[in-house]
């Protein structure tokens, strides 16, 4: 949308939410809504956790930056609620977040359409596990390696299953890569640097991500050109064949030279640390014009 026309809207950031990801939310909700109203823009936090309707109608928003991560917020369902409403958001429609939010569904397209990924199994009650340890057990709905083990014996498999299942019935079983950690953004159809991410405990779990100085972030990647540019047009296939749009990050590990697929978030975080926001300040960019460039992708979908 023209930005002088989001000037004169109501713009709404939904932050919170009601899923494990609710206090990222806050945080990247609250850094939004500062940018938007520093660059002059009529924003008011809306907080998606109940009673979403009731509030967008009391507030008259006529605009929704999303700023939700995981469930009922990342997956589809406020991109269709939205829809209905007639409200124009930032971020892919309820086809692209959902597809890309379920890893089980992402596993099904990545393979389908030969972007590179490490082997895995649905592992659903009853199912026997093949693949053998060293192995990284994932509820398939969840982000922010919230209810992930790291699993290096196969006595250890039972256990951590079961707490992949406290937060889904669908569980991804991934051969685990030992290899660099990088990231690649796309913002309204163009890549930004890769990021690598080196966490200091050797795997980048919830307290490495959110915890101060327990991972070193390196931006642009030390990585040959040849693999950053594969890197590049992998998160360019991924961000079509998913039908996705506005800001997109996709995370990837690197295995002699190849880039594989480990998770897509079509709703990353947005605070001045984050990876998106780094990798834009590397081409020379504030963070105020990245949150106005995302802002100019909202619309409807269908």
Known sequence: MDRNDLKKMKIGVLLGGRSSEREISLKSGAAV???LVRSGYDAVAIDAKDRL???????????AFIVLHGRWGEDGTVQGLLEIMGIPYTGPGVLGSSAAMDKTVMKFILEA???PTPAYVIAEEGTKVTLRPPVVVKPANEG??????MVHRRKDLPAALALARKYDRKV????????????????????????EVRPLSGFYDFESKYTKGKTEYI?????????????????MDVYRRFDL??????????????PLVIDINTSPGMTETSLVPKAWACQGGSFDELIEEILGGASLKT
């Open 33 to 35: 809504l500062q940018s």
């Open 53 to 63: 309707v009731e509030k967008l109608k009391k507030e008259k928003i006529e605009a």
């Open 113 to 115: 359409t030969g972007i």
């Open 144 to 149: 922010s390696t919230i209810g992930i083990s």
């Open 172 to 195: 991804v079983v991934e051969e685990f890569v030992s290899g660099q950690e990088i990231t690649v953004a796309v913002v309204n159809g163009r890549a930004l640097p890769v990021v």
């Open 219 to 235: 931006v642009p990647a030390q990585i040959p050109r040849k693999v950053a540019k594969k890197a590049e047009a992998i998160a």
């Open 245 to 258: 749009c506005g800001c997109v990050r996709t995370d990837m590990l690197v295995r002699d030279g190849l």
